[in-house]
């Protein structure tokens, strides 16, 4: 059974303001009293993970556990930003959940064959979302231990 | 595309003859018409996902939605298995979770950087087993979506299965 000392942290990249406002109180509905932090694009994303920028201090950035992929995002999208950081080995032990709207069939397959840990369609009711939110939850936060991260 | 109502294929790879019967009956406790297949290590897993010599026929291996990894195993361990299914085109598109007796860190981080989508302990209860299959099923088969890989591009020999998904 994984410790729960430490809060797992997540990392959502995601564009949308709303979406990332409806993911938010969608953590909170679930009771994932975890930390949440966000990006708004791949570029963030990966300046987020090597620290660099305005995310130089890994207090205030820390190092995600668990990160959550929109795809379809301006400047460098989730699956330029997925395959960057699964080919770079200091990241590549991240679980990184593609949390997303398209339902294509070539996006899941893409996605899996670069490397996501899973891949869940954006579910269109907020009922619906938090349901996600929990089942996610319930998964990487009580059944599975994740890496212990450096910082 | 979830299944709700479909059949779900999960193969499990695990040498210990008393574990793979706490893995069933788990899954049998969870409720729902699984399909579990057991392949005992990795040389027969990666026979079982290519399907060869006793895996040839045809539906002797289903493709599965999903990989139950023992770490510790004779001949070819859960490491090298995963490293192989995952640098197969063919295969990594198959998410594997790793379910072991180890909680070493070393094993935890090495796994996730060789792809695996999660990382369980084996727990001490058959109860707390039952919690982790129902949880592990409710997320991957109600909350995530799976690639279902035609047959013609999987493992070596094609052929028709008995329910053609979509």
């Not at chain 1, 699964?86 to 032990?93: A, F, I, Q, T, V």
């Not at chain 2, 195993?73 to 072991?100: Q, W, Y």
Request: aromatic content about 8%.
């Amino acid at each position: 059974m994984p410790k729960s000392a430490k809060p797992v942290v997540f990392l959502m990249a995601d564009d949308d303001p709303d979406d990332r406002l409806l993911i938010n109180e969608a953590f909170k509905e679930s009771l994932l009293c975890n930390s949440l932090y966000f990006v708004e694009d791949g570029v963030e994303l990966l300046d987020y993970l090597h620290h660099e920028g305005k995310y130089a201090d890994r207090q205030a950035s820390p190092t995600p556990d668990l990160i959550l992929l929109d795809l379809n995002m301006p400047r460098k999208d989730g699956r330029e930003a997925l395959a960057e950081i699964k080919n770079d080995s200091r990241l590549r032990y991240i679980p990184v959940v593609v949390l997303t709207t398209s339902k294509a069939e070539e996006d899941i397959m893409r996605s899996y064959d670069i490397g996501a840990a899973s891949y869940i369609t954006k579910p269109v009711t907020f009922d619906g979302l938090v349901e996600a939110i929990k089942g996610l939850g319930q998964y990487w936060v009580q059944i599975v231990r994740l890496p212990v991260r450096e910082n | 595309m979830k299944y709700t109502s479909q059949t779900i294929t999960i193969l499990t790879a695990e040498d210990d003859p008393d574990d793979c019967v706490l893995v069933q009956d788990a899954f049998r406790e969870s409720g729902q018409n699984d399909q579990l297949y057991f392949v005992e290590d990795g040389i027969q897993l990666m026979q079982y996902l290519r399907r060869q010599d006793s895996y040839a026929a045809p539906q002797a291996a289903p493709r599965p939605d999903l990989i139950l990894l023992d770490l510790n195993m004779p001949r070819k361990d859960g490491r090298e298995s995963l490293a192989e299914i995952k640098a197969d085109p063919n295969l990594r598109g198959i998410p594997v979770v790793v379910l072991t007796t180890s909680s070493a860190e070393e094993d935890v981080l090495r796994t996730y950087d060789l792809g695996a989508a999660g990382y369980i302990t084996k727990p001490d209860t058959f109860q707390r087993l039952v919690e982790i299959v129902k949880g592990l099923k409710r997320y991957w088969f109600e909350v995530v979506e799976l690639f279902h890989a035609d047959d013609a591009s999987y493992g070596l020999e094609s052929y028709a299965r008995p329910c053609a998904s979509d």
